[in-house]
């Protein structure tokens, strides 16, 4: 069902030169191993050169560099990943938009739906909701009070919005994810916990994403924020009253405690940490599974952890860490 | 929406003394830094002193000491945060609670629902559970076989209560935990794994909260148990059997694998994890992201892990770790 | 409502000879501790002997070595802990397998459901969809366009199938997992990101096991794959092109970054993180909660992390490992 495209056409449609004249035709796009003669591929990190070399492409996206050593058709291209999105696009076949709300959904009198946005199967939309322009609700979420879905949202399926949660524009948010639920918020008193109520909200900006099984909790006093075009991975989550910048990225399994402040062009990596209260200025890189234990002021990349090692040499070295202060001078400790 | 009180009926509703005689309303609550003067704050750490002094609030909770600091008149209390809570708990506008079975909702002829619960829009409840008075059963959430929801329990939204999951009165659980799925019990046999059957279920006592997209896995044989007024947030994984004493609390994305035991009066940091078949007394302290790797017999604060740095440096630190063995004097054994 | 067994009869089950005749009526299963006299348990290891001399258990499964041991009958077994998963075969009573479409089911008209499949309450099927024979779809999933979903799958509730996920027979899939998400593609732009289309699917081999709210993200180009019998515990992350060899096992909260190769016959821990792009070999066990940094080219088991130590204890070896590329006559660079 994806379309064909000859090359020629394709280097008309995203206005690149190409480095021969040619009568491929691209059915499919791959990466340069994988690759057939009805294949586009595409060639950026000089590392892959070998297997442009070999590659059995049709054609593929490449710095004017790289024609000598393609054995194919080049597009020649100054940004060939870029390029390739750009194909992708191209290849891509979303389902349609959809207008109206589906027989089985239920929305609360009080709530509002663009006539253009979709409300799908199973859905529930509460009290004082507001549903914009051309906004998807996919089957089973759970929009609750208080919510806006901003115009052209897309929310893929079971996804629920709990309480004064505010979407803009093309926010797409995956299957699973919870936004807006109570913050982690107890203090002790005489026999136990007693809960502090969340008063608080979502804010999302403008073409966030958010991944499959994320959670976003809303703030105590003030919003959890998201500015505008965040990128959250699945399975990240977000305490409440946390504040990220825009353009930060964060991969799979991350997580953000209360109240820290992660700033703009940030990239956190898989599984890493940020403790409470903290504050990570603009521009900082966080290597997967760290955790930010003090505020960072400077941008730059940062790490924890040790290395992976064959299990008998790391319990050696597991052993001497233990005992790294006495070894080294310092006052020692009954150790655990 | 919400309500506005005089500090004069505030301090009397809370059974306060006011520092000084005064006609402020109040119409909201914030932190010492971002309030105007419609806001109440609290006062409680003597490091927020400098905020105290700056601050646009109109009233401030605050210990006597912290009065002659104050630039508002102070709501006098020994303990501000709990004070805190409980105007906070006046200014919360919660949705009432319902009763009935939505139309939507599917129950199984052989379950039970108290007249006095409500079952919501598209849920299911399966054979022989019982959903007791007060109950509220938000949308999407479903219900399996042999399950007990007790008096004045909350279930958001698109929770999951797989089987022979019992909950004791007033349990919260936010959208999306999954409570009751198969333990992840494996034995080894000729050309593939064999599914260990899981044949008990899940007990939840009084008062616990149970965090979005957590999940609890039900016992092998027993139950996996909960005891009452524990407290967990967000994505947290319960593996089968584990046992979990009151009071305990346990921050996002932290993990207990099968059969561990953890004390009463614990507090487990986010993204810690404790092995199986371990055992954790009461009162003990795991920091974020550590491992607990051998039982604990003493109360205390506990740790694993290795300071965050700037990448260069931790690379440099991270090589010496794996030579730490040779350079200390070990017996050398080959590397990864 | 767990039947009752002869303990004669069980041994004529399972085929297994008795150490003494007897009379022992079964009723349930249990563990050497926790067992009463109507309970069967096993004795595999020979650490829990104390237990085996001490428990009132009605009879045990155990190797003929232990007979003398045993304070009650014995059923003796070469492999007692697979012949108890036998018994506790017998001694579960899962719900009994339904056909045809719940009344409250949307299908999509170009979607096929084999008419011994079942589809339960409150689910969606999308376009060009196929559910094959006796397949069982719990209530509340979500089914998108293009999957399959093979012969005797059980998906139990509220699993999410996006786009292009394609399971062959017997898959089990746990409540809240969504599988074939959009993988986590960005590539920089001019003014923000640009996302990557996500052309894949995901394919999942025969026998797999999916835990409760686990992820794995479709292809971006090609599927992500997991071939025969490999066995997810809850909360798992798999990224997009990631492809996981026959009865590998992984633990709850583990993840693979995009286009991580896992052998076959692997074992990873809770908590592991495997970085992307990187090759681990057949038979690798990585331990809990470390961080595979580079491809895995020998059998093994591999570990990073530092043990747990009290936390006055482990503060200084924290410090002592921040200085130790200084203390051990490395250059010096600013620190952190």
Request: aromatic content about 4%.
């Amino acid at each position: 069902m994806r379309p064909n495209w000859t090359l020629n056409a394709l280097a008309e449609q995203l206005q690149l030169p190409l480095s021969a004249a040619t009568e491929v035709t691209i059915s499919g796009l791959a990466t340069l191993e994988q690759a057939g003669p009805g294949d586009l591929c595409f060639f950026a990190n000089t590392r892959y050169r070998p297997q442009l070399r070999q590659t059995a492409a049709g054609a593929v996206i490449a710095p004017e560099s790289a024609v000598a050593d393609a054995p194919c058709p080049v597009l020649i291209s100054a940004n060939p990943q870029l390029d390739f999105v750009r194909v992708a696009e191209l290849f891509d076949s979303p389902e349609p938009a959809q207008a109206g709300v589906h027989p089985s959904a239920e929305v609360d009198p009080t709530a509002s739906v663009d006539p253009s946005a979709w409300i799908g199967p199973q859905v529930s939309v509460g009290p004082r909701s507001r549903v914009e322009a051309g906004a998807q609700i996919g089957p089973g979420c759970v929009i609750g009070a208080d919510c806006v879905v901003g115009p052209d949202c897309q929310l893929i399926a079971r996804v629920t919005l709990v309480l004064r949660v505010r979407l803009a524009a093309r926010v797409l948010v995956h299957p699973g994810a919870v936004l807006g639920a109570d913050g982690f918020g107890l203090v002790p008193q005489a026999g136990g916990w007693r809960k502090v109520p969340q008063l608080g909200g979502v804010t999302v900006g403008e073409d966030c994403e958010i991944g499959a099984n994320t959670t976003i909790d809303r703030g105590a006093l003030g919003d959890t924020v998201l500015e505008r075009d965040v990128r959250l991975d699945n399975q990240i989550q977000i305490g409440h009253n946390v504040h990220i910048g825009e353009h930060t990225a964060m991969a799979g399994c991350s997580a953000v405690a209360g109240s820290a402040r992660i700033g703009a062009n940030c990239l956190i990596g898989g599984g890493a940490g940020v403790l409470g209260h903290l504050q990570v200025c603009d521009g900082v890189t966080i290597t997967a599974m760290s955790l930010v234990t003090h505020s960072i002021k400077s941008p730059g990349e940062y790490s924890s952890g040790v290395p992976l090692m064959d299990n008998r040499s790391w319990r050696r070295a597991a052993v001497r860490f233990k005992q790294l202060d006495k070894l080294l001078g310092g006052k020692q400790d009954k150790e655990t």
